[in-house]
């Protein structure tokens, strides 16, 4: 497991894995993560073969504002899937953001099954879904969509926000729920970064409103897709 900055390995893993796995609106550009990394505000981090090639990738953002961490990108190369790289990734990284980052929440974005379909190159959704239950996720019951994330770009709705790891101070006084603060902190913050302020849409209204639990917002399994509401347009 190895930190990738912008050069030579940042390249081969954007354009080898992130490119081939993710719909255009669902990735940033490469210039957008190199400087989002420069920067500092995230860390890409690739699992490497014997002979040094990237065969995974992980992407996290921070969101110190809300001490919020996202998990906003995790792909593993076609040819070694469901060989437990992605697990042993996912499990390096959790541990190292937490260390790093310090964050109340660990969240994490899924393509909702209901909206989007199995591919070759993007996986299968409801299988991602159960990788991620495995590895602790569970699921915000809100109408999520991930944000366009820049100019020309479009939104992407039917989206499933989730959680995988709350710490004590991000957790809901009502057990197996997570405070909204952090997670409406979050969505101010990632709203304003990708569309230059929080809109005052209907879609965006909604999943505001959704996170009106002040004794917490509950977790649901990420096995059932069918009970998490679903965004559109």
């Known amino acids: 497991m190895v930190t990738v900055e912008p050069g030579a390995l940042f390249d081969a893993v954007f354009t080898g894995i992130l490119r081939q ?24 981090v690739a699992a ?8 995974a ?34 499990g390096y990284v959790l541990d190292a953001w937490r260390t790093r980052y310090a964050p109340r929440v660990i969240l994490v974005e899924l393509e909702h099954p209901a909206v989007h379909r199995a591919s070759t190159a993007g996986g299968d959704p409801v299988a991602r879904l159960r990788f991620y239950a495995r590895y602790g996720g569970r699921a915000l019951p809100v109408p999520y969509f991930q944000p366009a994330l820049g100019p020309g770009r479009s939104r992407v709705y039917g989206m499933i926000l989730g959680t995988l ?3 004590p101070d991000g957790a809901g006084t009502v057990p197996g729920s997570v ?3 952090p997670v409406r902190g979050f969505l101010r913050g990632y709203f304003t970064q990708t569309e230059g302020a929080v809109p005052a849409d209907r879609p965006t209204r909604a999943l505001f409103v959704s996170l009106d639990r002040p004794e917490g ?16 347009a």
């Open 21 to 44: 796995a993710f719909p255009a609106d669902e990735l940033p550009s490469a210039a957008q993560l190199s400087g989002a990394v420069s920067a500092g505000g995230s860390q890409v």
């Open 48 to 55: 490497l073969d014997e002979a040094g090639t990237p065969v």
């Open 57 to 90: 990738v992980a992407v996290g953002e921070s969101f110190p504002e809300s001490d919020v961490l996202l998990l906003s990108h995790l792909a593993v190369s076609p040819d070694r899937r469901s060989a437990g790289v992605g697990g042993q990734l996912l």
């Open 165 to 167: 790891w709350v710490g």
């Open 179 to 181: 405070d909204p603060e």
């Open 217 to 232: 917002v509950p977790l649901l399994p990420l096995e059932d897709p069918a009970a998490l509401p679903v965004s559109t």
